[in-house]
T-cell receptor, first 116, second 113 residues
Framework: GAVVSQHPSRVICKSGTSVKIECRSL??????MFWYRQFPKQSLMLMAT?????????EQGVEKDKFLINHASLTLSTLTVTSAHPEDSSFYIC????????????FGPGTRLTVL | GENVEQHPSTLSVQEGDSAVIKCTYS??????FPWYKQELGKRPQLIID?????GEKKDQRIAVTLNKTAKHFSLHITETQPEDSAVYFC????????????FGQGTELSVKP
């Protein structure tokens, strides 16, 4: 089946530093990947749609200069949280469309970010 | 903008009973409706999905119904088991390649032995 990985699974950083999260599709090519943020006991909120070879599309209210997205290949998208602050602490999850099913999205295992 | 409402937010049932979770969506162009199960600290797992050209789909103890006219869809779990306990999310999208998912608020299902 379609497998999506994320790295790291957990990260703790100091306020003001930047953190990069990688999302990889392991056994399929993904022209589109999605980045979500999930706060405790809440739903998944779409942050941005990442398109290979082009600029990401950000949802309303998401600062594109703070959450940098790069989708340089058909199997890798990265999210960089710049100048992280404690309020950025959250569970970040990526997903990708499987080549076999245009509608189906498969999720990565998520990255738990804690900003001190 | 697009919105998906999900009810109830919590649901507690006895083992063996049925559980029903309902969602409504606002975007009439939506035509793909997946359901995800998420255990604490884990990734959402797709459990069933339905497209707008059908009204019902079943997979063993899980079924989903769709009413496009009323813009609502429901998840039905029969013969619930303790391992069904998790948070369930509905979602809707326009279904094209790269179509973004709009998620409901989630339902925390608890199945008591």
């Amino acid at each position: 089946g379609a497998v999506v990985s994320q790295h790291p699974s957990r990260v703790i950083c100091k306020s003001g530093t930047s953190v990069k999260i990688e999302c990889r599709s392991l056994d399929f090519q993904a022209t589109t990947m999605f980045w979500y943020r999930q706060f405790p006991k809440q739903s998944l909120m779409l942050m941005a749609t990442s398109n290979e070879g082009s600029k990401a599309t950000y949802e309303q209210g998401v600062e594109k200069d703070k959450f940098l997205i790069n989708h340089a290949s058909l199997t890798l998208s990265t999210l960089t949280v710049t100048s992280a602050h404690p309020e950025d602490s959250s569970f970040y999850i990526c997903s990708a469309n499987s080549a076999g099913g245009p509608d189906t999205q498969y999720f990565g295992p998520g990255t738990r970010l804690t900003v001190l | 903008g697009e919105n998906v409402e999900q009810h109830p937010s919590t649901l507690s049932v006895q083992e063996g009973d049925s559980a029903v979770i309902k969602c409504t969506y606002s975007d009439s162009a939506s035509n793909y409706f997946p359901w995800y199960k998420q255990e604490l600290g884990k990734r959402p797992q797709l459990i069933i999905d339905i497209r707008s050209n059908v009204g019902e789909k079943k997979d063993q103890r899980i079924a989903v119904t769709l009413n496009k006219t009323a813009k609502h869809f429901s998840l039905h779990i029969t013969e619930t088991q303790p391992e069904d306990s998790a948070v369930y999310f509905c979602a809707a999208s326009r279904g094209n390649q790269g179509g973004k998912l709009i998620f409901g608020q989630g339902t925390e299902l608890s199945v008591k032995p």
